[in-house]
């Protein structure tokens, strides 16, 4: 998958800087937390990678995740990889579960955001 | 943010010569095992035989290269994610005058970069013996070691590897027959230890820490302090001017 615009969804600003170093032949937008990447989908509808961190506060990740089908948001074929501190398995299986296309556990090496990201297949809708 | 390029971009041209590299190598092994089956379809003579031969050992020189060119690309993007993980934690560090700002970093670092389930940031207490405990990261109850070591407001003391190297300065890693503590990290202002950063517990699905990760703690203990105190600083000052302003205002009438 080559992405047209990544969304990042992380209240760490040390993470969003590392996304901003590691994506940068890519073009970013950022939110803090799973309200604002809700608004941040309205304002961006060429997003098609969403970088979802699970713990943040107001609303986490997989609250996110859940608002989102409820909106219908991932009919266009938008990939989101879950990426947390949380590793263990059933926390990977949730995520799938919600809709998730990877789960990758902090602390990752670059690489494996990356090759995830080839990994992804490409949206289908123009 | 800065737009200045991330040091890491000279990594990453390397990655791409390395792919671009391994890529012509390996169009090579294909053109020679071409060549290969073509000769071995025609059959022929002595020069041909030497011909084969001759094809055949570039053909594994070629692979061998392959193989080599394909390890080193592993290891510089390797190289790259670790240089880029130092970066980003160095200038956020020093991306803020805000003291809880930088705290937040340190946290931030800890948890996301380490993997640190829990930990505890002391800094020594400007009067007094001790140390303030500036940041408890965990989730555990029982809240840091379990000891009670972390439980007020200050740490006074008791875990001896702690301790040492709040003493002399020593980066340490354990845990210990006598301390749970996983890494002890000296927080250094020029010679001066004032402070350390106590790992006490990964995430579970980090069980140790890895080679790289003594970079990150080498990288915290000489940037972590420095950039604290130069936002408390700052902080200080800045309270002090505002004072002074009023004062000014107030001695003018304003």
Redesign the interface.
Known sequence: MQPRKVLVVDD????Q??Y???L?QYPLVYASDGRQALDRLREHPDVDLVLLDVNMPNMNGLEFLAQLKAEGGFADGMAIVIIS?E??EEDTARGLEAGAAAYI???F???EILAVISRLPARSAA | ?SDRP?P?ASGLELVAELRSTLDRAGELARVAEINLRELAERGGGAADSNRVTELERRLATAESDVKELASRLVDS??Q??RL??L???T??LH?TLDPA?VQ??IA??A?????AEQFVLLLRKEEGEGCDIALLGGTAPERGDGNGLYGGEIYAGGDPVVDATLADGVLRLGPTADSKALAAVPLRVQNEVVGALVLLKL????PILRAEDRDLLDLLSAHAASALFAARLFATKDRKLRTLESLVKLARGE
């Open positions: 760490s600003k040390l993470m800087k590392m901003e170093v590691m940068r501190t590793g263990r556990s902090k602390p090496h670059s690489e | 943010m991330a890491t993007e390797h790259g994610g880029m993980n970066y980003v934690a200038y956020q991306a700002e937040a970093t931030e670092i948890i996301n970069l380490l993997g995430l579970d699905h980090k």
